[in-house]
């Protein structure tokens, strides 16, 4: 017996449409993705903001206030090429292309310049001291 050759096959567009649903919910997760849980608490003289941002080091967080907003970036030193002799210990990043943004509405009774920030355990902390 021969295969028939001459069946009439029908072009499948199933996996075409599942490329299209994967795709739309890639473009819906890279928005909302990169918005962590931001957990914020006020005492009587500091706002207190915690975050969990996995696989970086505290040096790589920026912190700068655009108009009334305070936004965190995160940006990856670069060691020197020449290391240190003493230094047993190397960074490696977890996510090495992935970069972080968020804004922050800043209140109106704080002290623009002064801000502590903490990073352990994947969790940025900082807080923002009232005047």
């Known amino acids: 017996m021969t295969p028939d050759t001459n069946v009439d ?17 890639k473009k819906t997760l890279s928005k909302t993705s990169n ?12 706002y207190h903001y915690e975050l969990k941002i ?40 977890c996510y090495p292309s992935a970069l972080f943004k968020r804004k922050f509405e800043l209140p109106d009774n704080i002290i623009r310049t002064k801000i502590t920030v903490e990073y352990c355990d994947e969790v940025l902390s900082f807080k923002l001291f009232k005047q």
């Open 54 to 93: 996995p696989g970086y080091i505290k040096d790589d967080f920026n912190f700068y206030i655009a108009g009334d907003n305070l936004v965190v970036t995160t940006e990856r030193r670069r060691p020197d090429k020449t290391p240190e002799k003493n230094t047993p210990s190397r960074h490696s990043y």
């Open 35 to 46: 918005l962590t849980q931001a957990n914020i608490k006020e005492t009587e003289h500091h």
């Open 9 to 25: 096959k029908k072009p499948s567009y199933a996996s075409f449409y599942n490329r299209q649903e994967a795709l739309q919910h």
